[in-house]
């Protein structure tokens, strides 16, 4: 699987969880498509792109188990959380009720909007008040990789009348997703992390009783009456969008080459070995951790990234004390090896 993607192979890459990788065939469908924009501007932009959008909107809204009219497609999924932040229209005083584990840019986003209460995801709604009007939690999270229970989460607190928004940034192709059956009012998702189309292919999914409050990311020609969140929300000035029609290759290619049991079971292994390399204990049981792991070290390094890459030629997330190992599809027993052996001399 090595020779399928564009990575150098001098690098051991084991942070697929930070940007994705693009598969060769995948990547040359991107540029076809760019290609195609590049020969004739006006019949791609102005007459042939809604058209193609909307195949390539249905082929994703199947592969996520959603109705294609309730799916738009953003660049990534911060997009789609802020889309969905202005969507509720949130006083200052007003509480948004997450973990203490979320993505640092979806944070600032809320922060803009209210008050932000962040607690231990066990405790959630322990917290709930009468100003709190939301509930916002990632599907996985992203620097501790955990799987969190979102169906459970999302179930409680439809139950006390509370919005639900999530970030699924890391779980489109890691988990198989039915967004319908999960009911979230907004769920943001990435494509071109695990299910590994090209930078910049996203989507926001929104229930139908809340699409005539979502805008898009501008205000363009899509509000133009009739208006609709689709066009609202795809109708964004003039822009390259190949990423996002390149997503029915990727489902293709993701579809064809599905590895994901054995990369479950390799990124298990390493955290176990790794935790045993570091003399740290594992910080969740194996059953919420999938293809992404994270492990604490016995204390902060900020420099140990930067060592690994430049003395081993591993690339690996490390924050605070926290290091997130990725295995895709490309990523195999010698990787894992390749780290170890690296950490054994760095704290030897």
Not at 147 to 154: F, H, N, Q, S
Not at 158 to 174: F, I, N
Not at 236 to 250: F, I, N
Not at 256 to 276: K, N, T
Request: charge should be negative; glycine fraction near 6%; include cysteine.
């Amino acid at each position: 699987m090595k020779d399928r993607f564009l990575l150098d192979p001098e690098v051991t890459f084991l942070n697929h969880g930070s940007f994705g990788a693009t598969p060769r065939e995948v990547f040359e469908r991107y540029q076809a498509w760019q290609l195609e924009l590049e020969r004739e501007p006006v019949d791609m932009i102005a007459r042939r792109l809604p058209g193609l959008l909307a195949d390539a909107r249905a082929e994703l809204a199947a592969f996520v188990g959603a109705r294609p009219d309730d799916l738009t497609f953003v660049e990534n999924a911060t997009t789609g959380v802020n889309m969905a932040a202005r969507a509720l229209a949130l006083r200052p005083d007003d509480e948004v009720l997450t973990t203490n584990l979320e993505y640092g840019a979806c944070v600032f986003t809320w922060q803009q909007h209210c008050r932000l209460v962040q607690v231990p995801w066990q405790e959630l709604f322990d917290h709930v008040t009468e100003r709190t009007k939301a509930v916002f939690v990632s599907h996985i999270t992203s620097a501790t990789a955990l799987v969190l229970p979102v169906e459970a989460i999302v179930r409680e607190a439809r139950s006390r009348g509370l919005t639900t928004v999530v970030d699924g940034a890391h779980a489109v192709a890691q988990l198989d997703l039915d967004l319908d059956a999960l009911g979230a009012d907004f769920y943001s998702g990435n494509c071109h992390k695990w299910l590994m189309a090209p930078k910049g292919a996203g989507f926001l999914h929104v229930r139908p009783e809340w699409q005539e409050r979502v805008g898009g990311a501008i205000v363009s020609w899509g509000y133009e009456e009739p208006a609709t969140f689709i066009s609202r929300t795809s109708l964004q000035g003039t822009r390259d969008s190949a990423a996002y029609l390149t997503v029915p290759a990727a489902i293709e290619f993701f579809r064809a080459h599905d590895d994901r049991e054995r990369c479950i079971a390799l990124a298990r292994e390493a955290r176990r070995e790794l935790c045993a390399l570091l003399g740290t204990e594992p910080i969740a049981p194996d059953e919420m951790v999938l293809q992404m792991a994270s492990v604490r070290l016995p204390e902060p390094d900020a420099t140990l990234n930067r060592r690994l890459f430049d003395d081993y030629r591993v690339e690996i997330p490390v924050q605070g004390d926290l290091m997130r190992i990725s295995i895709a599809a490309y990523n195999d027993r010698a990787d894992v090896d390749r780290l170890l052996f690296a950490l054994g001399e760095l704290y030897a």
